[in-house]
């Protein structure tokens, strides 16, 4: 199974400022990672796919990079609305699975 | 766009069988876009994938719950379905169902979501 790992598992950053999220792969997932998006009692809102590949309505401020072993979700001027759990999330092509990371918490410092 | 809804029983006793539904609205269960899947969380835990069911019928489960696992389709109805047998306390979570979506391998579409608690 293909773990990722997710860092650092809390962030705490100022409005305004830009926050840079690591998640990391135990082995080579190309570019099968996803980036969700989830705040308090609600589901998880995919941003990110194909590693770099902004979701439909997702603001440009969220930009997704990285292959291989080693991802980067970049939100660049936080907003109010972008404090929340973010997960990474692989695919793998067979036998079909789907892991998640563990999550980083962004919080307002 | 879609639209899934989660529905069943919130409480489950021990070794009993969870079951959940979801159904879907916006667009056709039958439609090859899409697969169809249940995602879990444990109460401030992170995500973990159960399984899904293809178009064609074809299901995939995770792993570590293979054997405990079933997710159906009911074409009729436009819904598709998830039973967890011998459930323990460590199935208490919220359970999601969600539209995998072939192209891109990502879940584009989620339920709101349901508390289910195992307890006697």
């Given amino acids: 199974e293909i773990v990722m790992t997710q860092s650092p598992a809390t962030l705490s950053v100022s409005p305004g400022e830009g926050a840079t999220l ?5 082995q080579s997932v190309s570019s099968n ?14 941003l990110i796919y194909g590693a770099s590949t902004r979701a439909a309505g997702i603001p440009a401020r969220f930009s997704g990079s990285g292959s291989g072993t080693e991802f980067t979700l ?10 929340a759990v973010y997960y990474c999330q692989q695919y793998n092509n067979w036998p079909p699975g789907y892991t998640f990371g563990q999550g980083t918490k962004l919080e307002i410092k | 766009q879609l639209q899934l809804q989660e529905s069943g029983s919130g409480l489950v ?8 539904t979801c159904a879907v609205s916006g667009g056709s269960i039958s ?7 249940w995602i879990r969380q ?3 835990k992170g ?15 995770n792993p570590s719950l293979k054997s405990r696992v079933t997710i159906s389709v009911d074409r009729s109805k436009n819904q598709f ?16 169902c969600a539209s995998l979506l072939t192209a891109i391998q990502a879940f584009d579409y989620w339920g709101q979501g349901t508390l289910v608690t195992v307890s006697s």
């Fill in chain 1, 33 to 46: 990672l996803a980036w969700y998006q989830q705040k308090p009692g609600q589901a998880p809102r995919l």
């Fill in chain 2, 47 to 61: 995500l973990e994938w159960i399984g899904y069911i293809y178009h064609s019928g074809s299901t995939y489960y």
């Fill in chain 2, 13 to 20: 006793k021990p070794s009993q069988t969870l079951s959940l």
């Fill in chain 2, 42 to 44: 444990p109460p401030g």
């Fill in chain 2, 31 to 37: 439609s090859g876009v899409y697969s169809w899947s």
């Fill in chain 1, 22 to 26: 690591s998640c990391r792969a135990s």
């Fill in chain 1, 74 to 83: 970049t939100i660049s001027s936080l907003q109010s609305e972008d404090f």
């Fill in chain 2, 81 to 96: 379905s998830l039973k967890v047998s011998s459930v323990t306390a460590a199935d208490t979570a919220v359970y999601y």
